[in-house]
């Protein structure tokens, strides 16, 4: 277990260890309980909110031979067979690569025969709205008439791309994007059970750029407790380095000098940013994050919620002093020069050039 990535190491075992989506969790424990399985699901939400880790354990929990509730054992062999990805009655296809109807044709095959050791035989099929057009048709008539011992689990980040009649054969569940404070939760469980510590201020900031995705700020903790010393302590300064982290007071720094009108101090700023080795993508993704925080304390202070946008009351307050002396109209206006820009970054050959000339649009145009 020690050669895992964390995302791995610490996937949930159980029901109970789910944060963040108790809905999902409740809905689908309680069908557990009273014996009521659909033959399809449908989860459907951003990266990294839990969508095949809750596959997985329904798919233990269906199946568990020794169930005394709706929790898998994870005990009895199918359980373990499952967590170990070994179960030959659970098949997993990523359509991502596995797109063509062959493939899925070669799993509709599967489906007529009898599950070998489980109760069920269990489909996980992850990111399905990129299977082809054909691949889906095949599926929709073995979805239409299922055998009764087959379970399908489907998962995709983009629901809408999906064939109506698909998801309406579906049970569906719509997962949310998790919030700082829930994601500080799982990290902080990470830690302990890694025998890590961390300065104050490194949770909240792995939780904020991992952007609701537990998966991201699995990864980014994996990163930090890699670079630590043998103090295993996880310091605020090596993340900020380690992670190319931008700090909010520098996008607040140059967002003055955007209301300043002052395209030499903006622009020379941003030069000093990348002498020192900040990743302008990222510079660019904070920023945006950064206005659109702006925007929604312009329009409605209630909007922004404290807590899960990272930011602390002294950084809200100097939001506050911004963008007094400016209209909603002015924040919006920026924040599709920047989202413009932050797409132009990425097929310039001048990384910083998109940003330069986004710069000196905000600056010069007429208030």
Do not use: W
Not at 128 to 154: D, G
Not at 249 to 254: E, G
Not at 312 to 322: A, L, Y
């Amino acid at each position: 277990m020690n050669n895992l990535a964390l995302y791995r190491k610490y996937r949930p075992q159980s029901f109970a260890e789910i944060i963040g989506q108790d809905h999902i969790v409740q809905t689908l424990t309680n069908s557990i309980l009273r014996k009521n399985i659909s033959h399809a699901y449908l989860f459907s939400g951003p990266r990294g909110s839990g969508k095949t880790s809750i596959a997985r354990l329904f798919a233990k929990a269906v199946n568990c031979t020794e169930q005394s509730s709706f929790e898998p054992c994870n005990n009895c062999d199918s359980c373990l067979e499952i967590s170990a990805g070994k179960s030959i009655d659970l098949l997993e296809i990523d359509a991502a690569s596995h797109t063509g109807v062959d493939d899925v044709r070669e799993l509709i095959d599967g489906i007529k025969f009898a599950p070998v050791k489980s109760k069920y035989k269990i489909f996980i099929i992850d990111e399905c709205h990129q299977l082809s057009k054909s691949a889906v048709n095949a599926l929709l008539k073995t979805l239409e008439e299922p055998p009764a011992h087959s379970i399908f689990l489907l998962a995709t980040t983009e629901s809408q791309k999906m064939l109506p009649t698909i998801i309406s054969r579906c049970q569906r569940f719509d997962f949310k994007r998790l919030q700082v404070s829930e994601i500080i939760k799982k990290l902080e469980f990470i830690g302990k059970k890694e025998n890590v510590k961390f300065e104050d201020s490194v949770l909240p900031l792995i939780a904020l750029n991992s952007r609701g995705s537990f998966r991201d700020a699995e990864t980014l903790l994996d990163q930090c407790i890699s670079f630590c010393g043998k103090d295993n302590l996880v310091k605020t300064e090596e993340v900020k380095e380690l992670l190319g982290i931008v700090e909010v007071a520098q996008i607040s720094q140059f967002v003055d000098f955007l209301l300043q009108k002052s395209a030499k101090d903006a622009i020379t700023f941003l030069n000093l940013m990348v002498d020192s080795g900040v990743d302008l993508q990222e510079f660019t993704k904070t920023l945006i994050f950064y206005l659109r925080q702006a925007m929604l304390l312009k329009i409605n202070p209630n909007f922004l919620n404290l807590q899960n946008s990272g930011l602390s009351e002294k950084e809200v307050e100097k939001i506050n002093s911004q963008i007094s002396g400016i209209s909603e109209k002015d924040i919006q206006n920026m924040l599709e020069i920047f989202i413009d820009a932050e797409n132009k970054m990425k097929y310039n050959s001048i990384v910083q050039l998109p940003l330069e000339l986004a710069t000196i649009d905000i600056t010069t145009e007429k208030r």
